[in-house]
């Protein structure tokens, strides 16, 4: 027998060896779907206002969230910071100056000094005029946007890495509130860093609804696009992405019945063209975050009824 023979079958045995592998785990893997979280429980595609809709009122205020509710909305998409005294409330960037008339970082003011703040002081309309400035439009704390809006999901973005002093106290301070107001079962956690996710659901324990960082996304669509996705058990509830992935698609049918399977409910986010949102909703999308409710809801009325 030749070299070349021998290296073929040496191949070819791997080879056979490695397709019976896999067929083997596709019998003995059973992937676990998500349990049900009643907060993601809905029967049609969901609107999430992001930051209330911060392209027709000052993002993140009460003439946000109360416009965007008046709408019909299902709730909001919000990110959350600690003040200098270490209350929770709802705001975008880390610097101040982001839409009040403050300058510094959120941290450098206890509540009661931002409370002063302007918080529509920045935004302008498509006229170029600051109709909110002067109005008293203030920061909101996230006890504040709960209590108000009790029937409205509240998508609950960690902004703050796991490695800053404000990032290490957040998800305590977090689930403390949420367990104070009973609120467990009206809001998702969701946040880029997994650990940062990860340390909530220690308090949490699985009774909130949670969304996939970035390193979960990149291992779910690997899982995908391999063959090895029956081996894929997600640790969250919710992916909030956009339809790509840098250059890998997203929002195709195919990878949100993937999860949909799972249990596990797809939002999308920065989706502005038309075409594409009534794409996703026919393929399968559960929920889009967005700045413009006004128009998304009208496309979901049209697309898929009251």
Request: charged residues 25%; aromatic residues 10%.
């Amino acid at each position: 027998m030749g070299r070349k023979t021998k290296v073929a079958l040496t191949v070819g045995a791997v080879g056979a060896a490695s397709v019976a592998a896999w067929a083997a785990s596709k019998v003995v893997a059973k992937p676990i779907p998500r349990e049900d979280k009643e907060a993601l429980n809905f029967d049609k595609p969901v609107v999430l206002a992001y930051h209330g809709g911060h392209l027709e009122a000052p993002e993140n205020t009460l003439a946000a969230f109360s416009k965007a509710a008046e709408l019909g909305v299902h709730g909001f998409a919000v990110d959350i910071r600690l003040t200098k005294d270490e209350e929770i409330i709802v705001f975008h960037d880390e610097f101040a100056d982001r839409t009040t008339d403050f300058s510094g970082k959120i941290t450098d003011y206890t509540l009661s000094e931002l409370k002063k703040a302007d918080a529509g002081y920045r935004f302008e309309d498509e006229a170029g005029h600051y109709p909110y400035r002067g109005l008293g439009e203030k920061i909101v704390t996230l006890r504040e946007l709960l209590e108000q809006f009790p029937h409205m999901l509240i998508a609950i973005n960690l902004k703050d890495s796991p490695d800053t002093y404000e990032g290490s106290l957040m998800p305590s301070k977090l689930w403390g509130l949420l367990n104070e107001l009973d609120a467990e079962d009206r809001v998702a956690v969701t946040g880029s860093y997994d650990e940062q996710t990860d340390r909530f659901n220690l308090y949490a324990q699985n009774r909130v609804a949670t969304g996939a960082g970035d390193g979960e996304v990149k291992k779910a669509y690997a899982a995908f696009t391999s063959k090895l996705g029956h081996l894929y058990n997600p640790r969250a509830d919710l992916f909030r992405v956009s339809e790509k992935l840098g250059v890998f698609p997203l929002g195709t049918e195919n990878f949100i019945h993937f999860l949909k399977r799972l249990n596990v409910r797809v939002y999308f986010e920065d989706v502005t063209e038309q075409d594409s949102l009534i794409k996703l909703l026919s393929i399968g999308a559960s929920g889009f975050i967005t700045d413009r409710p006004a128009m998304v809801m009208k496309i979901i009325q049209e697309h898929i009824g009251e």
